[in-house]
């Protein structure tokens, strides 16, 4: 799966300072919303500009956008508001329209990334067509689902690509509407490391006062960029009201952003930096041998259980381990969550390695 895909760098589409912003409404809703969105916007440090002509809407009956009837509306904002305009496209026709009323910036949906024929319609429809294309992760936690996307469009020739991260959709209880995991979009850089990826925390979080935190944390990430949903009267939007903001607080948002830099050429920051690392790798060192260690008793325990002719699972002693362990950690000022997650793994291990002793002592 991993190959390296043939990307421009996201400046040379979306010039931007520290980090890419796009932002604007959810909805083009009226055409003097979306100017007066867009005229505020105009003086931020804003990279492009967004809103929704076709809208996905999970339940017929809510606004599905204006379609073609709001497309000249974004060629009166161009006129005076001197940025990229990106849009979601979910058909081929829909491309072809946006391209014919000179939008910038294509993106694909959530809802339409998790379809493989439908994204292969609209691959087929970009062929030969030199347009950005930003590709949504689908919206269950799938990453080869979205690495599929993005390599469909990839194929069609598309080299002014980039993965917009907006959260998945979860049966767990949370208090963002589309749950971060952050761990499907990190794997996805560390897959395809040249390719920009951007944040869009009003769709994670789904409630406009948790997008500063989760736009900083994408920030801390070294995500490339965001994309916000801005709106001149976000209570009275027509969709995603309570998580857009104003243009002002997109400003403040702006301000307080702390953009961390990637490394640095200060050489005592970097001796320490390395010190400390060394610390860690000996730390780590430790943990696989205290693992070995218990891995080895495990073995042990295996066969002595196996000798006696008792099952490997035991349920009080499994409940036991995962009651006590976490409430250790928790004393240490370690996270239960963490340890529950490390001791499920361990425990799946420990069976495996005694039916792997039974099996073994079996066969003699
Ligand atoms: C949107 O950006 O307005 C949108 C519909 O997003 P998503 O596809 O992430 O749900
Ligand atoms: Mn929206």
């Not at 689908?138 to 907006?166: F, Q």
């Not at 009275?236 to 948002?253: R, Y």
């Not at 950690?329 to 996270?335: N, Q, T």
């Not at 239960?336 to 997650?341: A, F, G, N, P, R």
Request: glycine share 4%; hydrophobic share 40%; proline share 6%.
């Amino acid at each position: 799966m991993e190959f390296e895909l043939n990307i421009k760098p996201l400046a040379t589409w979306l010039p931007h300072e520290a980090t890419a912003i796009i932002a604007g409404p959810c909805s083009a809703e009226t055409e003097e919303q979306l100017v007066a969105t867009c005229l505020q916007l105009k003086n931020l440090k804003v990279s492009a500009l967004r809103a929704g002509i076709w809208k996905p809407r999970t339940r017929p009956g809510n606004f599905e956008g204006h379609g073609e009837v709001a497309l000249p509306w974004i060629q009166t904002v161009k006129q005076s508001v001197n940025l990229p305009f990106a849009i979601e496209v979910a058909t081929p026709q829909h491309i072809e329209l946006a391209l014919k009323y000179g939008v910038d910036i294509l993106w694909i949906g959530a809802r339409t990334t998790v379809n493989p024929f439908n994204v292969q319609d609209l691959a087929d429809a970009l062929r030969g067509i030199d347009v950005p294309v930003m590709i949504k992760n689908p919206v269950n936690p799938d990453l080869a689902l979205w690495i599929g996307a993005i390599e469909r469009i990839h194929k069609a020739g598309i080299t002014k690509i980039a993965a917009i991260h907006r959260g998945f959709s979860s049966l767990q209880e949370s208090k963002y509407r589309n749950p971060p995991t952050w761990q499907i979009p990190l794997e996805l850089k560390r897959i395809f490391p040249h390719l920009p990826l951007l944040c869009d925390p009003s769709h994670i979080t789904g409630e406009r006062t948790l997008v500063q935190r989760v736009a900083q944390k994408a920030l801390d990430l070294n995500y490339d960029g965001l994309m916000i949903e801005t709106h001149i009267t976000p209570d009275k939007a027509w969709s995603d009201a309570k998580q857009q903001v104003t243009p002002q607080a997109l400003a403040e948002m702006i301000e307080s952003f702390q953009i961390r830099r990637q490394s640095t050429d200060d050489a005592e920051f970097n001796n320490q930096l390395e010190h400390i690392r060394k610390k860690i790798d000996e730390v780590d060192r430790e943990i696989i041998e205290i693992l070995a260690n218990r891995m080895a008793l495990v073995e042990q325990i295996g066969e002595y259980k196996r000798e006696n002719n008792i099952s490997i699972f035991q349920i009080e002693r499994w409940n036991e381990i995962f009651r006590t362990r976490p409430q250790w950690a928790e004393k240490m000022g370690l996270s239960k969550d963490l340890i529950q997650e490390i001791y499920k793994l361990i425990h799946v291990e420990s069976i495996r390695k005694q039916t792997e002793v039974m099996n073994r002592v079996d066969a003699d």
